[in-house]
């Protein structure tokens, strides 16, 4: 948002890295040990979609959220039997994508279950179009 790039990085060791480009260069911003595993993935978020500033993440059946300082403010646990491989934040909304399972959370505070749905057959990749928010709620 402020014309700088900027870089998340997840590793094996449950750690996230947050690197600014100066004059080309990657400076470190922060770093904050999350997780005891690995990182599964790292989305953008907040509650302007033109303004995507807190980074969520996940490992095994949890997402956390963090500011862009590094700081946590979100912890969501799942009752998911799989781990998330992806997940996708828009406003309050949450999409988790595992090997078989796709759902959807509303501020984590529970899994909506008109937005569950399993796969017989491996999901390699979820992508979401959503046209308004209004219109994900019943």
Same mark, same amino acid.
């Given at each position: 948002?402020?014309?700088?790039?900027?870089?998340?990085?997840?590793?094996?060791?449950?750690?996230?890295?947050?690197?600014?480009?100066?004059?080309?260069?990657?400076?470190?911003?922060?770093?904050?040990?999350?997780?005891?595993?690995?990182?599964?993935?790292?989305?953008?978020?907040?509650?302007?979609?033109?303004?995507?500033?807190?980074?969520?993440?996940?490992?095994?059946?949890?997402?956390?959220?963090?500011?862009? @300082? #590094?700081?946590?403010?979100?912890?969501?646990?799942? +009752?998911?039997?799989?781990?998330?491989?992806? =997940?996708?934040?828009?406003? &309050?909304?949450?999409?988790?994508?595992?090997?078989?399972?796709?759902?959807?959370?509303?501020?984590? @505070? #529970?899994?909506?279950?008109?937005?569950?749905?399993? +796969?017989?057959?491996?999901?390699?990749?979820? =992508?979401?179009?959503?046209? &308004?928010?209004?219109?994900?709620?019943?």
């Amino acid at each position: 948002t402020d014309g700088r790039q900027k870089l998340l990085v997840g590793d094996d060791s449950g750690r996230i890295y947050g690197y600014e480009f100066k004059r080309g260069e990657p400076q470190i911003q922060f770093t904050t040990k999350v997780f005891e595993n690995p990182v599964s993935c790292i989305a953008l978020g907040g509650s302007d979609p033109l303004r995507r500033d807190k980074i969520f993440i996940s490992c095994d059946q949890t997402v956390k959220g963090l500011t862009k @300082k #590094g700081k946590e403010f979100f912890t969501m646990s799942s +009752s998911l039997t799989e781990p998330i491989q992806s =997940i996708h934040i828009e406003n &309050t909304m949450i999409w988790t994508s595992c090997e078989s399972i796709l759902n959807t959370y509303d501020d984590g @505070k #529970g899994e909506l279950s008109h937005h569950y749905h399993y +796969s017989f057959i491996a999901i390699t990749i979820a =992508i979401l179009n959503i046209l &308004t928010s209004a219109s994900l709620l019943p």
